[in-house]
């Protein structure tokens, strides 16, 4: 089966701090796309970050980034200056080149404290 | 733009019963749906996926059955709710090219007591 890992169940970090959030997957593709989504207490599912396998360059939204270890399978989240609203569920997806289908991890729970 | 809108936001229903949950996407063409289940505390399961009028996968066999009557309509069914049901329901859409991810509904949270 293609998983995606998620390590860590739960983390916190001091506001304006940076946080990184680890991913690892399994996958027998060449192309593939991986996906960071943020789920905050309302629950909506919001797209953070994606990262195409096939681009060397890590990926970055202004205050969040990637580290893509293609070769190790690892899509770790790098948030930066930390805010209280990132607290929040985070899940890492992977999508297979030729999938219509998203897997996920199981999540980690982010809090952000003052 | 894109919407998509998923009802209703919060269902309780007793076991038995019959669901019905619906999904639909505005401004886009032949969308690919799907629907999630997220557990308490846990990640997102998929239940089904479509990519056609018509036309379901199912991944997980269980109480559920998914139909797509139109293009941008997808409806997740019960006849009889059991327990184990009870949860966080998700739609989402995407189209296109693979490399965007799904854009997601509200959610439907659903007890059954």
């Known amino acids: 089966a293609q998983t995606v890992t998620q390590s860590q169940p739960e983390m916190s970090v001091q506001e304006a701090e940076t946080v990184t959030l680890s991913c690892t997957y399994d996958?027998?593709?060449?192309?593939?796309?991986l996906f960071w989504y943020k789920q905050p207490p309302s629950r909506q599912m919001i797209l953070v970050i994606r990262q195409e396998a096939y681009k060397q360059q890590n990926a970055t939204e202004n205050r969040f980034s990637v580290n893509f270890q293609k070769a190790a399978k690892s899509f770790s989240l790098k948030i930066s200056d930390s805010q209280l609203g990132d607290t929040a569920m985070y899940f890492c997806a992977r999508r297979g080149g030729g999938s219509e289908k998203l897997v996920f991890g199981k999540g980690t729970k982010l809090t952000v404290n003052p | 733009s894109q919407t998509i809108h998923q009802w209703p936001a919060t269902l309780v229903q007793p076991v038995g019963s019959p669901l019905s949950l619906e999904c639909t996407v505005e401004g886009t063409s032949n969308p690919n749906l799907y629907w999630y289940r997220q557990a308490a505390g846990r990640g997102l399961q998929l239940l089904f996926y479509s990519v056609g009028i018509g036309q379901i996968s199912s991944e997980v066999p269980q109480n559920l059955s998914a139909s797509r009557p139109q293009d941008r309509q997808f409806i997740l069914s019960s006849k009889k709710l059991l327990l184990s049901d009870s949860g966080f329901y998700l739609c989402?859409?995407?189209?296109?090219?693979?490399?965007?991810?799904?854009?997601f509904g509200s959610g439907t949270r659903l007890t059954v007591v």
């Open positions: 996958t027998s593709e060449s192309n593939y796309y």
């Open positions: 989402a859409w995407s189209v296109g090219e693979h490399n965007y991810g799904y854009t």
